[in-house]
């Protein structure tokens, strides 16, 4: 399997960055909205997923989703009054 190009891998790497900041930003500041939440978060581990094919990565079926690690970290930011 070949990797895509540079140009491919840092677009759908910044895709996944943006929606990753959506996410926390919600998550942080609009208590409530686990709609939202949802599907940002399910936008963001389409886009991690994509971002690893594109990279040749194989996509491990043991591992959390992206969306839900975040979900923890800014949980325990919020906790911690990060």
């Known amino acids: 399997m070949t990797m895509a190009s540079p140009q491919d891998i840092a677009r759908a790497e910044s895709d996944y960055q943006r929606l990753r900041a959506a996410y926390l930003e919600v998550a942080r500041n609009e208590p409530g909205h ?3 939440l949802a599907m940002i978060g399910a936008d963001m581990d389409r886009a991690h997923a994509r971002l690893q094919a594109l990279m ?12 839900t690690v975040v979900r923890r970290e800014a949980l325990r930011r919020a906790e911690e009054g990060v």
């Open 34 to 36: 686990e709609v939202a």
């Open 56 to 67: 040749g990565l194989p996509r491990l079926p043991f591992t959390h989703q992206p969306s």
